[in-house]
């Protein structure tokens, strides 16, 4: 049986670790928090599943293939997804193509339509909105924790305690191994540490750690079971109620870079943008009183591609991840795709590989 030892518990390092569970092999797990820890990016209330991504067919069909696994686990409310499209011929224009000539379900709504889906949304703005049915919100902690558990359940060792690199080996220091530290070797090693990648890698994986921030309004109950939404033009999106969160506004534009899981409240600045979107798209919420103000970090690649290839100089050894602010959805396809290039099954995707990129925005605008 084929062993592996992933450091990185967030929502690539688990995910992983359950579809090699799945595939019989024998897997560790490493964290130096708990699974589903706010302080890692995979924390936190929720996260929205799209399928749209403008022109990109890839991401397109890695988020559909991603779906089923995350209804499995019972952490999708598939409320759907609705976007607000100020002009045609733009990002969602082209997700209306991509999405329709994948087979997944799109529809095209005028804008009184797009108002009868929410309580009060102003329209006067939009030339149309695209509506995914078959989208949703993921519970983002619940999402991780459910992985862990259902891979613990399938023999899973779970390691609390912070991992270096030693060559093909990882030295592990913390609560398993007080003092002297332990080294853990297996098959395959995949460094999949979120943020702290680019510190642990720093020859190898350039990533741009900002902080981003998001505020959590108490809606009344007319808001649960509202569509999550986002606004591309903005670099808005969030969702309605969801207990026992309240209802999220979300800004996708780059905050500054920071270190990674500190998770300070948002600042001033950043509540008082969600507060004048709120009451510009939804009217009636003009007054909702905040519940909660969080900040969460990005792991930014420099063309918004995810991670995931091989170490330069160690046969054995892998890394994952460069999320760059939409990887949560992405989880259980990118996963399996990892999975079959261990086992020997397919070659790494190239958008995936280690080097020089392009600077981009093109994946993640308008966030999740
Ligand atoms: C505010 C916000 C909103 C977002 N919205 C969406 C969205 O709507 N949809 C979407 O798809 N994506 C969204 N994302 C992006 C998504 O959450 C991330 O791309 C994804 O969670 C990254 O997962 P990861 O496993 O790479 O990192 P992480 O979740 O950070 O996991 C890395 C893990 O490695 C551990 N670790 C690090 N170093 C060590 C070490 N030395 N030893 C042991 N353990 C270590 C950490 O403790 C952590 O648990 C959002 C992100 C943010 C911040």
Redesign the pocket.
């Known amino acids: 049986m084929p062993s592996a030892l992933v450091?990185?518990?967030?929502?690539?390092?688990?995910s992983l670790a359950d579809r090699l569970v799945a595939r019989g092999w024998d897997v560790t797990l490493?964290?130096?928090?708990d699974?589903g820890?706010p302080?890692?990016?995979?924390?936190?209330e929720?996260?929205?599943?799209?399928y749209s991504h403008g022109a990109d067919d890839f991401y397109t069909a890695s988020?559909w293939r991603s779906r089923a696994a995350w209804s499995e686990l019972g952490v999708l409310e598939e409320l759907g997804a609705v976007w607000f499209a100020r002009r045609e011929g733009g990002w969602e224009s082209d997700s209306e193509r991509v999405l329709s000539a994948a087979g997944i379900p799109v529809e095209r709504l005028d804008p009184s339509e797009a108002a009868r889906l929410y309580p009060s949304l102003a329209v006067d703005d939009l030339a149309f909105a695209l509506l995914e049915p078959e989208a949703g919100v993921?519970r983002?902690s619940d999402g991780?924790r459910a992985l862990v558990e259902r891979a613990r359940e399938g023999g899973l060792r779970l390691v609390r305690?912070?991992?270096?690199p030693e060559g093909e080996r990882v030295r592990?220091e913390?609560e398993r191994a007080a003092g002297e530290g332990d080294r853990l070797e297996a098959d395959h090693v995949i460094w999949?540490?979120?943020?702290?990648?680019a510190?642990?890698f720093p020859e190898l994986v350039r990533l741009r750690v900002t902080s981003?921030?998001?505020v959590l309004f108490d809606a009344g109950s007319e808001w649960a079971g509202t569509p999550g939404w986002l606004d591309f033009d903005a670099s808005a999106?969030g969702h309605g109620l969801i207990e026992p969160y309240g209802m999220k506004v979300?800004s996708?534009r780059e905050g500054e870079e920071v270190e990674?899981?500190l998770r300070p409240d948002a600042s001033a600045a950043g509540q008082t943008a969600a507060r004048d979107y709120l009451a510009s798209r939804f009217p009636a919420l003009a007054n909702a009183p905040v519940r909660t103000a969080p900040?969460?970090?990005?792991?930014l690649t420099d063309d918004g591609n995810?991670v995931f290839a091989r170490h330069p100089e160690h046969e054995r050894v892998w890394l994952?991840?460069?999320?760059?602010?939409?990887?949560?959805?992405?989880?259980p396809a990118m996963a399996e795709h990892a999975a079959q290039v261990l086992a020997g099954a397919a070659e790494p995707e190239p958008r995936f590989a280690l080097g020089e990129r392009a600077r981009s925005r093109a994946l993640r605008t308008a966030?999740?």
């Open positions: 450091a990185g518990s967030g929502v690539f390092g688990a490493v964290d130096q928090f699974p820890d302080r890692a990016e995979s924390g936190g929720t996260r929205l599943l799209r988020a993921l983002a991780v305690g912070e991992a270096r592990v913390g999949a540490c979120g943020a702290w990648l510190r642990l981003q921030e998001l999106y979300a996708d990674p899981g900040s969460c970090h990005y792991s995810f994952l991840g460069g999320g760059s602010g939409h990887g949560y959805k992405h989880g966030g999740s």
